[in-house]
């Protein structure tokens, strides 16, 4: 009997997700990198003087640091090949009726407008460089909440700005830090009071249309204390064959016995350099929850971290990628435990097939001071086939003999004998395929609010299309 051919097909149609728009703009950069193109960016966006200097500041340690010598290979991609900041041809407005009709449908596509009306109390949706809308629920409002874009917010809260940011993220972090201090557009400023329970979440959705581009958003949040916020980010991108970068930066600041939860489902297209940071500083009793979806872009670099700064401090990562034919996600979490009794959970799945890869980078630091500390770390890699690659490379530093540590790593293969007996079952070949993947990371489905968890499996869909056939 023939065998049955099996083919690959290196570009999925992702539907939705690859609609391209004119790519039309009120202004463009020019690309790569200099004094100049920063000068001509903060004097379109009207900034006060002191960003532009530190806008400066930042170009100078970014043309002072090295790319990093571990990870993936980044080196194809070209700082002087992307254009740093592409304003979309209109202003931000308050009503989706307002939006230009080709940005709007893109979004309605996605599902943002809708999704606002029947679940979220606030949205805010970028396009390109800058945000096109923004929205929050009135009694939110009035409880004083603040959501807003981050250009809007160096005017009306510039002081609470100037404390804040990058303070959690120097730039002398590392040289996309600083490229991102340099370049950053757009982006989300949150201000939870003291005691405010905002208990439907607020999402920040982020679409990059132009190719060759770059996206530097900045994301800032501010739980005080006792308060409590979901806030969830989404993002995409349809694919083109030039390169594109995402350089994002995202602040969280958890105060003494507040909660935060922050909910990601990345989905870049897969010509797309995914170097992203993203870090929280916990006080006292203060909550730290990040829930992460990595879908999408040809190399992604991406390691939430927590510095539980507090006595009593909690941080609880769940994350999933999936890595398919050219694609190398490394990612994982960082914790840094700095006082006592502080407690992390690092649950991580991988997923990868057609060749990719796909890597947990963790790091868990228990310093001298967090005594009765208490860590724990699971990584489970499943690949689809034998030319995918999968790595877990975790770090652990404990510096205090008082600490409850545990680390468990699993990598394997699909099991055949499961495909068998479920087509044995009359189900297809692709199908027991992915319900075996859906069975995978349902842990992480179930953490995401069901419109999410459902785009979440849409998305392994997409990935598992045209593997089997």
């Known amino acids: 009997m023939e065998q049955r051919k099996k083919t690959q097909l290196d570009d999925i149609e992702r539907g939705i997700y690859d609609i391209k728009n004119e790519v039309r703009y009120s202004y463009k950069s020019k690309n790569g990198l200099t004094e100049e193109i920063i000068r001509d960016i903060s004097k379109e966006k009207n900034e006060p003087e002191w960003m532009t200097n530190f806008r400066l500041e930042c170009l100078q340690i970014y043309n002072a640091i090295d790319l990093p010598t571990w990870g993936p290979d980044i080196t194809e991609l070209n700082i002087d090949d992307i254009a740093t900041y592409v304003k979309p041809d209109t202003e931000m407005k308050e009503s989706w009726e307002e939006v230009p009709e080709d940005i709007k449908k893109t979004f309605d596509l996605l599902g943002i407008p809708e999704a606002e009306k029947a679940s979220l109390a606030g949205v805010g949706a970028q396009y390109d460089s800058e945000v096109v809308y923004h929205s929050i629920r009135e009694d939110l409002v009035k409880q004083g909440v603040i959501y807003t874009d981050m250009e809007t917010a160096i005017i009306e809260y510039e002081d609470i700005i100037k404390e804040y940011f990058m303070q959690c993220v120097p730039p002398t972090d590392h040289k996309f830090a600083a490229l991102h201090g340099a370049v950053w557009s757009g982006g989300s400023f949150v201000y939870v009071p003291e005691g405010v329970a905002v208990d439907i979440p607020l999402q920040s959705y982020f679409r990059l249309n132009a190719p060759g581009a770059g996206q530097f958003e900045h994301t800032l949040i501010i739980v005080e204390k006792g308060a409590r916020l979901h806030f969830i980010e989404g993002c995409s991108a349809p694919k083109y064959s030039v390169n594109n970068l995402h350089a994002g930066c995202v602040e969280l600041f958890v105060k003494e016995d507040a909660t935060l939860r922050y909910s990601t489902i990345e989905n870049w297209s897969k010509n797309m350099f995914n170097l992203n940071t993203k870090r929280a500083v916990v006080e006292k009793n203060g909550t730290i929850e990040w829930v992460s979806g990595s879908f999408g872009s040809k190399v992604s670099m991406l390691y939430p971290m927590s510095i539980l700064k507090g006595e009593g401090a909690k941080c609880e990562f769940t994350g999933v990628s999936f890595a398919g034919n050219g694609q190398n996600l490394d990612t994982g979490a960082q914790v840094m435990h700095l006082a006592p009794r502080t407690s992390s959970t690092i649950n991580s799945k991988s997923i990868s097939k057609d060749g990719g890869?796909?890597?947990?980078?963790?790091?868990?630091?228990?310093?001298?001071?967090?005594?009765?500390?208490?860590?724990?770390?699971?990584?489970?890699?499943?690949?689809?086939?034998?030319?995918?690659?999968?790595?877990?490379?975790?770090?652990?530093?404990?510096?205090?003999?008082?600490?409850?540590?545990?680390?468990?790593?699993?990598?394997?293969?699909?099991?055949?004998?499961?495909?068998?007996?479920?087509?044995?079952?009359?189900?297809?070949?692709?199908?027991?395929?992915?319900?075996?993947?859906?069975?995978?990371?349902?842990?992480?489905?179930?953490?995401?609010?069901?419109?999410?968890?459902v785009e979440m499996n849409n998305l392994i869909s997409i990935e598992l299309e045209g593997t089997i056939g």
Not at 432 to 445: D, L, T, Y
């Open 357 to 453: 890869t796909a890597i947990y980078r963790g790091v868990v630091n228990i310093s001298e001071n967090a005594v009765h500390s208490k860590s724990t770390v699971s990584c489970e890699s499943l690949m689809l086939d034998n030319k995918s690659k999968s790595d877990t490379i975790p770090t652990i530093i404990v510096e205090n003999d008082e600490v409850d540590l545990g680390h468990e790593a699993k990598i394997g293969r699909i099991s055949d004998e499961a495909i068998f007996y479920l087509m044995s079952r009359g189900i297809s070949e692709e199908e027991a395929k992915a319900m075996i993947v859906r069975g995978f990371v349902e842990p992480i489905a179930k953490e995401l609010p069901l419109e999410y968890a």
